[in-house]
């Protein structure tokens, strides 16, 4: 239906050449499109192209729907059926940083040009585009919060609605717009993701650069094709472009003969977040300094190449995800950090500036800058290898009380499958104690992280009510829910203070009241009392301190409430 009105509807919008071009191209590359602009234009494409679809994907802070454009040769829209014909699944995710616009117009200008045929849309890759994702930060348009940045003339604001980083926020959920983001990332179910992305740091040659998921969390073979076979061939078309892309540049100003590290990913971060479902993500980073039209242009290369290499190696990519979620399925334990393994590196070839200093006439001192006068290609080390530390043994499953409604909602968004008990249940379970750990003295996005954390555990048999949930280890979240559910893991849901309410003791007592009761409670527990007196033998400061005996007795007495610092995600071992 759409062809057939599409003619006389370019007749009476007065669709000229000059109305297909949006705000980049006309003002010559100066300029970026307003959130309205996007959306507008893609709903207009939408208007004549049965290849495409604009859905509205939920809520976000700023009050304005999260729009999904969808693309397919064959002009079907659903995501189920694309997995079942074999197609590649890509969803690329743009204005994340409102202030890096690239992606949003180098998305506007490449959607277009599939629509109207100059580039092909190969019927094994269906697209996906977010035309902009923090809406709240699109709104917020200046000319100043990117003072590293040379262009476009403005642009939006890195926080969203709620002054919120959006890749800082994929699991802990803080904002409407990441908990619209997991419905449609599960609903789409990717083979890869691209968040577009303009970098910070260093001065050099390169236009583009590109952060790749860490391999090792996806699997040994999806990672190991991902760096061998598939990464390689991107790095090939950009060349093949002209645009000689490298990884990610991740230092600023240090001594190159140590090598660059690969950027770790851990999941607050979309990469990251992407890897816990075998999903291959890919963040590319235009240099800052460059020219703003240079930028969109290598951000539509790439886009376009990652379509062209999809298509390419479609059966395989499908093949390997699936392997490597057969795999989680199966795995017994998993590496809860990741340390850089220095005896693995790729040689990248470096276009970079020579560094010289010169009287900064701010301050009068000694400043370093880059001689762009001075540039010069150099052979680096780049340490793209992560080494699994903390191994954790993976528990049959976890049972997580009712009343951790947040969390409960959050896994349930994130595709897990939970199991309701039907009836109040008594089960032997494997309980954490947290011993210790560290809050930040400062908000981190909206939090103060706990770090350092150290847990003990021990078997226990607690009482269940009906309602709570067991979540079943033999599902393909099974990566999620270890590095969410483990209180030690970096981005765990008890590291972003889901859980602090089990930190603060609800009960206590009066010392004039429990010396009473404490010595009645020694005199029936000799051990109890033996225990206090090789303490006190121990360690004089104890022994000084009646206040903290009181407390020992008080703590290994069944007085003391058994739920204070216990960990409410409890294992089940078998």
Same mark, same amino acid.
């Given at each position: 239906?759409?062809?057939?009105?599409?003619?006389?509807?370019?007749?009476?919008?007065?669709?000229?050449?000059?109305?297909?071009?949006?705000?980049?191209?006309?003002?010559?590359?100066?300029?970026?499109?307003?959130?309205?602009?996007?959306?507008?234009?893609?709903?207009?494409?939408?208007?004549?192209?049965?290849?495409?679809?604009?859905?509205?994907?939920?809520?976000?802070?700023?009050?304005?729907?999260?729009?999904?454009?969808?693309?397919?040769?064959?002009?079907?829209?659903?995501?189920?059926?694309?997995?079942?014909?074999?197609?590649?699944?890509?969803?690329?995710?743009?204005?994340?940083?409102?202030?890096?616009?690239?992606?949003?117009?180098?998305?506007? !200008? =490449?959607?277009?040009?599939?629509? *109207?045929?100059?580039?092909? %849309?190969? #019927?094994?890759?269906?697209?996906? /585009?977010? $035309?902009?994702?923090?809406?709240?930060?699109?709104?917020?348009?200046?000319?100043?919060?990117?003072?590293?940045?040379?262009?476009?003339?403005?642009?939006?604001?890195?926080?969203?609605?709620?002054?919120?980083?959006?890749?800082?926020?994929?699991?802990?959920?803080?904002?409407?717009?990441?908990?619209?983001?997991?419905?449609?990332?599960?609903?789409?179910?990717?083979?890869?993701?691209?968040?577009?992305?303009?970098?910070?740091?260093?001065?050099?040659?390169?236009?583009?650069? !590109? =952060?790749?998921?860490?391999?090792? *969390?996806?699997?040994?073979? %999806?990672? #190991?094709?991902?760096?061998?076979? /598939?990464? $390689?061939?991107?790095?090939?078309?950009?060349?093949?472009?002209?645009?000689?892309?490298?990884?990610?540049?991740?230092?600023?100003?240090?001594?190159?003969?140590?090598?660059?590290?690969?950027?770790?990913?851990?999941?607050?971060?979309?990469?990251?977040?992407?890897?816990?479902?075998?999903?291959?993500?890919?963040?590319?980073?235009?240099?800052?300094?460059?020219?703003?039209?240079?930028?969109?242009?290598?951000?539509?290369?790439?886009?376009?190449?990652?379509?062209?290499?999809?298509?390419?190696?479609?059966?395989?990519?499908?093949?390997?995800?699936?392997?490597?979620?057969?795999?989680?399925?199966?795995?017994?334990?998993?590496?809860?950090?990741?340390?850089?393994?220095?005896?693995?590196?790729?040689?990248?070839?470096?276009?970079?500036?020579?560094?010289?200093?010169?009287?900064?006439?701010?301050?009068?001192?000694?400043?370093?800058?880059?001689?762009?006068?001075?540039?010069?290609?150099?052979?680096?080390?780049?340490?793209?290898?992560?080494?699994?530390?903390?191994?954790?043994?993976?528990?049959?499953?976890?049972?997580?009380?009712?009343?951790?409604?947040?969390?409960?909602?959050?896994?349930?968004?994130?595709?897990?499958?939970?199991?309701?008990?039907?009836?109040?249940?008594?089960?032997?379970?494997?309980?954490?104690?947290?011993?210790?750990?560290?809050?930040?003295?400062?908000?981190?996005?909206?939090?103060?992280?706990?770090?350092?954390?150290?847990?003990?555990?021990?078997?226990?048999?607690?009482?269940?009510?009906?309602?709570?949930?067991?979540?079943?280890?033999?599902?393909?979240?099974?990566?999620?829910?270890?590095?969410?559910?483990?209180?030690?893991?970096?981005?765990?849901?008890?590291?972003?203070?889901?859980?602090?309410?089990?930190?603060?003791?609800?009960?206590?007592?009066?010392?004039?009241?429990?010396?009473?009761?404490?010595?009645?409670?020694?005199?029936?527990?000799?051990?109890?009392?033996?225990?206090?007196?090789?303490?006190?033998?121990?360690?004089?400061?104890?022994?000084?301190?009646?206040?903290?005996?009181?407390?020992?007795?008080?703590?290994?007495?069944?007085?003391?409430?058994?739920?204070?610092?216990?960990?409410?995600?409890?294992?089940?071992?078998?």
């Amino acid at each position: 239906m759409k062809k057939i009105f599409s003619a006389l509807l370019i007749i009476l919008s007065g669709y000229s050449s000059h109305a297909q071009q949006c705000r980049f191209e006309r003002s010559e590359g100066r300029e970026s499109a307003t959130y309205f602009e996007a959306v507008d234009w893609y709903k207009n494409l939408d208007k004549i192209s049965d290849k495409l679809l604009v859905r509205e994907m939920g809520p976000t802070d700023a009050g304005y729907p999260l729009h999904l454009v969808l693309l397919s040769a064959d002009g079907k829209f659903d995501p189920v059926a694309w997995h079942k014909q074999g197609k590649a699944v890509l969803l690329i995710n743009n204005g994340i940083h409102p202030g890096e616009p690239d992606g949003i117009d180098a998305s506007m !200008l =490449l959607v277009r040009d599939i629509v *109207k045929g100059k580039v092909k %849309l190969p #019927a094994n890759v269906a697209l996906a /585009f977010i $035309p902009v994702y923090n809406i709240g930060g699109c709104l917020n348009r200046n000319s100043y919060s990117r003072v590293n940045q040379n262009g476009p003339l403005e642009y939006g604001f890195r926080g969203n609605a709620q002054n919120l980083d959006l890749n800082r926020d994929f699991t802990k959920c803080d904002s409407k717009d990441a908990r619209s983001f997991a419905q449609l990332f599960h609903w789409l179910d990717p083979d890869i993701l691209m968040d577009n992305h303009v970098s910070d740091g260093a001065d050099y040659q390169h236009t583009m650069t !590109l =952060l790749t998921t860490q391999y090792d *969390k996806l699997g040994a073979d %999806l990672g #190991a094709w991902l760096r061998e076979r /598939f990464e $390689p061939l991107l790095f090939k078309g950009m060349k093949e472009k002209s645009w000689d892309m490298i990884p990610y540049v991740n230092f600023e100003g240090v001594d190159l003969s140590k090598g660059m590290d690969m950027f770790y990913d851990p999941p607050r971060y979309s990469s990251g977040y992407a890897a816990l479902f075998q999903t291959i993500g890919f963040v590319p980073e235009t240099h800052m300094l460059k020219p703003y039209k240079d930028r969109v242009l290598s951000t539509y290369s790439l886009m376009q190449t990652l379509i062209e290499t999809s298509a390419a190696n479609a059966t395989e990519l499908i093949s390997q995800r699936k392997k490597a979620r057969a795999e989680v399925i199966r795995e017994k334990s998993f590496p809860l950090n990741w340390i850089n393994d220095t005896t693995k590196y790729a040689l990248i070839s470096f276009k970079g500036f020579e560094q010289a200093y010169r009287t900064s006439e701010v301050t009068g001192q000694k400043t370093m800058y880059f001689d762009r006068s001075k540039p010069f290609t150099q052979e680096v080390k780049f340490y793209h290898a992560f080494k699994p530390v903390n191994f954790i043994d993976a528990p049959a499953a976890y049972i997580i009380p009712q009343g951790w409604g947040t969390v409960i909602d959050l896994l349930k968004m994130n595709g897990v499958i939970l199991q309701a008990l039907a009836k109040d249940t008594i089960m032997e379970v494997n309980a954490y104690h947290i011993d210790d750990y560290r809050s930040s003295s400062r908000p981190y996005e909206k939090h103060h992280r706990n770090t350092g954390v150290k847990v003990t555990a021990g078997l226990q048999k607690v009482r269940f009510l009906k309602g709570d949930f067991v979540i079943p280890m033999n599902q393909i979240a099974n990566r999620y829910l270890f590095e969410m559910l483990e209180p030690s893991g970096d981005d765990s849901f008890f590291a972003w203070n889901f859980f602090d309410a089990i930190l603060q003791q609800k009960e206590g007592y009066s010392d004039y009241r429990w010396e009473d009761v404490a010595a009645e409670w020694l005199r029936k527990n000799p051990d109890l009392k033996q225990k206090l007196e090789s303490k006190k033998a121990a360690d004089p400061k104890f022994a000084a301190s009646g206040p903290a005996q009181l407390d020992f007795i008080y703590k290994n007495s069944p007085y003391y409430e058994p739920v204070h610092n216990r960990y409410p995600v409890y294992r089940l071992e078998k």
